[in-house]
Nanobody, 121 residues
């Protein structure tokens, strides 16, 4: 019922920037929380940043001051601006959304397919 489509990953040198986008579509009434998570090889998936009700933000300590999450509520889209990238930021980045649907089952938590971010040293 809901699709999350991510874009914007790629290869960048250390110190560079990338901007990720995630667009949600489907039977959406409203979005409670959207966020970005990442998973590096051999590691567990971890929180990067979340935005609640399109305004209140939360960041992992490792990305504070370098990454910025924002949302365009009209487009059901969340962005992650990543600056001053480091090799340790290399991972597959996943979008997540906690949604209110306009039909049964009325709640949904969905994941995107993931986008690779590789930072070379």
């Amino acid at each position: 019922q809901v699709q999350l489509v991510e874009s914007g990953g790629g290869l960048v040198q250390a110190g560079g920037s990338l901007r990720l986008s995630c667009a949600a579509s489907g039977s959406i009434f409203s979005i409670n929380v959207m966020g970005w998570y990442r998973q590096a090889p051999g590691k567990q998936r971890e929180l990067v940043a979340t935005i609640t009700d399109g305004a209140s933000t939360n960041y992992a300590d490792s990305v504070k001051g370098r990454f910025t999450i924002s949302a365009d509520n009209a487009k059901n889209t969340v962005y992650l601006q990543m600056n001053s990238l480091k090799p340790e930021d290399t991972a597959v980045y996943y979008c997540n959304a906690d949604l209110v649907l306009d039909r049964f089952p009325y709640r949904d938590n969905s994941w995107g397919q993931g986008t690779q971010v590789t930072v070379s040293s």
